[in-house]
């Protein structure tokens, strides 16, 4: 079965600060990795969209990497802001076609920048 | 231009009412989708449609239906609710492989 795993759950950081998120994922065959924030209320909107032969993509402060071999991505924020403060949601597609009706969601990390 | 847009934003309805759910795109995208997403789990698909006049079921359909009478347009329909159907329903949108989402109706079934 298809399966996105994020870690960890919840993250509190020091604004300013830097960090990073985890995503691990059993998606086969893979096409593209995505990275979404959603702020509470609001629907997800997207952060990077990463294919097969993409190392690295940043939008900003985040930069998103990814590894096909061990099925890894990371999602690192630099300089932190209480603006960041969001879910982060984790999602991989097997297909490269047209129409994402065939996604796999993780669970999300939930962030929370402080003062 | 205002993407996608979900009426209405809350809805509380008795166990055994029915109520629809409205989708508005204008970016003239031909794939739209309705997902739920629960406390604890990740985002999962009720329905979508790969243009207007199509619908095609997701992973959790069932208690739900829709209707793209029009490109622009998604409707979720439940037609008697129950408690395991509160949960927060987005609708998303999407040309190439980007999706852009609404954001969300929050629905409580008592």
């Known amino acids: 079965k298809n399966q996105v795993e994020q870690s960890p759950q919840s993250l509190i950081i020091l604004e300013g600060k830097n960090c990073t998120l985890q995503?691990?994922?059993?998606?086969?065959?893979?096409?593209?990795l995505r990275w979404y924030k959603q702020d509470t209320g609001r629907g997800p909107v997207s952060l990077t969209i990463?294919?097969?032969?993409?190392n690295t993509k940043s939008n900003g402060r985040y930069t998103a990497t990814l590894d096909a071999d061990t099925k890894q991505s990371s999602l690192h924020i630099t300089a932190s802001q209480l603006s960041d403060s969001a879910s982060y949601i984790c999602?991989?597609?097997?297909?490269?076609?047209?129409?994402?009706?065939?996604?796999?969601f993780g669970k999300g990390t939930k962030l929370s920048v402080i003062p | 231009n205002a993407g996608v847009t979900q009426t209405p934003k809350f809805r509380v309805l008795k166990t055994g009412q029915s109520m629809t759910l409205l989708c508005a795109q204008d970016?003239?995208?031909?794939?739209m989708y309705w997902y739920r997403q629960d406390p604890g789990m990740g985002l999962r698909l009720i329905h979508y449609?790969?243009?207007?006049?199509?619908?095609a079921k997701g992973e959790v359909p069932d208690g739900y239906n829709v209707s793209r009478l029009k490109k622009q347009n998604f409707l979720l329909g439940l037609e008697s609710a129950a408690p395991s159907q509160t949960s927060v329903y987005f609708c998303?949108?999407?040309?190439?492989?980007?999706?852009?989402f609404g954001n969300g109706t929050r629905l409580t079934v008592t």
């Open positions: 999602v991989v597609s097997p297909w490269s076609g047209a129409g994402s009706y065939q996604l796999t």
């Open positions: 995503c691990n994922y059993t998606v086969s065959p893979f096409s593209n």
């Open positions: 990463m294919t097969f032969s993409e």
């Open positions: 998303a949108s999407s040309y190439g492989i980007a999706l852009h």
């Open positions: 449609s790969v243009g207007e006049g199509t619908t």
């Open positions: 970016m003239n995208h031909e794939y």
